[in-house]
Nanobody, 116 residues
């Protein structure tokens, strides 16, 4: 069984920085893409960022230049560094890890709140 444990998040003023991390544990499986989604109150879950096994990164337009996704393959971990946070970044952030057999595992979600 696979478990994704998220950490970080919290409350910050607009313009500040936070980071969230996600570590996979449990059954051994080969990891393909790692990424982050978020869901704001009353809105659908949206994709935020992703990183390939080779380290190629992808971002939704609204976070480009402010967020940085990274991964540590040895630790089976991905992180999202969020700078210059805006009130519209307030959401529950979920990590998503895809196995090389295209099974997706989700983290439990962690709150990021930005006060204006």
């Amino acid at each position: 069984q696979v478990h994704l444990v998220e950490s970080g998040g919290g409350l910050v003023q607009a313009g500040g920085s936070l980071s969230v991390s996600c570590e996979a544990s449990g059954s051994t499986f080969s990891i393909n893409m790692m990424g982050w989604y978020r869901q704001a109150p009353g809105k659908e879950r949206e994709w935020v960022a992703g990183i390939s096994p080779e380290g190629t990164t992808y971002y939704t337009d609204s976070v480009k230049g402010r967020f940085t996704v990274s991964r540590d393959n040895g630790k089976r971990m991905t992180s999202l560094q969020m700078n210059d946070l805006k009130s519209e970044d307030t959401a529950i952030y979920y990590c998503a890890i895809d196995s090389n057999t295209y099974v997706r595992y989700w983290g439990q979600g962690i709150q990021v709140s930005v006060s204006s």
